[in-house]
């Protein structure tokens, strides 16, 4: 009786680096061993196109496309890697070192599922890795959260939350701004969009506690095709009042979205929403432009410090170097004396007039509940009411308001 040996199993092949050379990327060898034990092989550019070909490439959940700023010059052969991929159900995980952000922008346009900066971060492979894998299991496909009609043309007023320093109440100032907007006539309240374009650090999903998803970059990432029901369902709902527009759930650059993009985006709110409120970063980018000339109100954060009037400062000589409408910053002083407070109040008056500004709202500092209110999820007028920070965004939302229905009545 024959005996027959048993034959050696081969680790089937589930994903592949391509790359020009993998050698000036041990980082991402190391991560790939860690993640993948042997279930992984190497591809050049010209070999990668050629193996999506082959029966083994069936049995490919992901490529890991490596490229630096040498690469740059072969963009086009590679949006044609990830096209293949994507013809193949094969995600992509593009890793890049010094690589501009319009390269990046174009690559992540063509396709490719996840971006990770060389050096790799610790475990940032990993979780790359997770991601494409759950999407690549069966998903429950869930109504959109919001429900906007094709077409609509309300052209709502924009307001714009700009911190000049940090922690200037910026983000406070938009998220209650908004929630008061949102309820201040009751059933016939208009209809509010917040939208958060810290693309960085973005805290309003913070402050009103909700999750950061995914579809808010593939929006972004795609606002040619951008459409009545993909911004739906890009938003989530607060409370049932207000429709918020997150920070992406990664940290991005913030020039990977160009003003055409920032357009896009704030048109199709416009045109479905009354209000649409803006938290911006405090970083100057190219498309802060298109920010401050769709602008309806800019209301610019500062606080009684040196830190705040340098800021200024350069805020300002920064737009008037572009001939741009500074006339439409409102400013606003965070955490401004108490009424009674006659140093203070001088204080003020001597910093608008040595930076030439008015510096037209005050805030009174709300103390702790405005921190804890922020930790807990919930707006000022759910967590601290009778707080007078509150109150004097309640009275901002109110004569802004005001002002809406008097011009609309003129019109």
């Not at 805290?203 to 990432?221: C, P, Q």
């Not at 209110?373 to 004569?399: C, M, Q, V, W, Y």
């Amino acid at each position: 009786m024959s005996s027959v040996m048993p034959q050696p199993e081969t680790t089937p092949i589930v994903a592949c680096t391509v790359s020009r050379d993998v050698q000036n990327f041990d980082l991402l060898i190391e991560d790939m061993e860690s993640a993948l034990g042997e279930s992984w092989g190497d591809l050049g550019f010209a070999e990668a196109l050629a193996f999506f070909g082959q029966p083994e490439a069936e049995a490919m959940e992901f490529i890991a496309l490596a490229m630096d700023d040498t690469d740059e010059d072969n963009l086009v052969l590679m949006g044609e890697i990830i096209a293949q991929a994507k013809k193949r159900n094969i995600k992509v995980i593009l890793i890049a070192e010094d690589v501009t952000p319009a390269s990046l922008h174009s690559l992540l346009r063509k396709g490719a599922d996840e971006f990770v900066p060389y050096p790799l971060p610790e475990g940032e492979l990993q979780q790359a890795i997770d991601h494409v894998r759950a999407a690549n299991a069966p998903a429950v496909v869930a109504a959109p959260t919001t429900q906007l009609k094709p077409g609509a043309s309300k052209d709502g007023a924009v307001i714009v939350s700009h911190g000049l320093a940090g922690g200037t109440g910026a983000t406070t100032l938009a998220v209650n701004l908004a929630w008061e907007l949102a309820n201040i006539d009751g059933d016939a309240s208009p209809s509010v969009c917040l939208i958060d374009l810290d693309l960085q650090f973005g805290a309003v999903s913070t402050f009103l506690d909700l999750v950061r998803r995914e579809v808010v970059y593939d929006m972004l990432s795609d606002t040619e095709n951008l459409d009545a029901e993909i911004f739906a369902q890009s938003l989530l709902t607060f409370d049932d009042k207000l429709q918020v527009l997150t920070a992406p759930a990664d940290m991005l650059p913030l020039d990977l979205l160009g003003p055409d993009d920032i357009s896009r985006v704030i048109e199709m709110a416009r045109s479905h929403f009354d209000y649409v409120v803006i938290d911006m970063p405090s970083t100057l980018v190219q498309w802060s432009e298109t920010v401050l000339q769709a602008a309806h109100v800019y209301f610019a954060t500062i606080e009684l410090d040196m830190r705040s009037a340098q800021n200024t400062l350069r805020f300002k000589r920064a737009l008037q170097s572009e001939e741009l409408p500074v006339e439409k910053l409102r400013y606003v002083m965070n955490r401004a004396p108490k009424f009674t407070d006659l140093s203070g109040k001088s204080r003020i008056k001597r910093m608008a007039e040595s930076l030439d500004i008015a510096i037209e709202l005050q805030l009174p500092d709300g103390g702790k509940p405005i921190t804890q209110g922020s930790d807990h999820g919930l707006p000022l007028a759910t967590s601290a009411p009778k707080n007078p920070l509150r109150r004097e965004i309640a009275k901002l939302a109110a004569s802004i308001h005001e002002l809406k229905e008097e011009q609309a009545k003129a019109a």
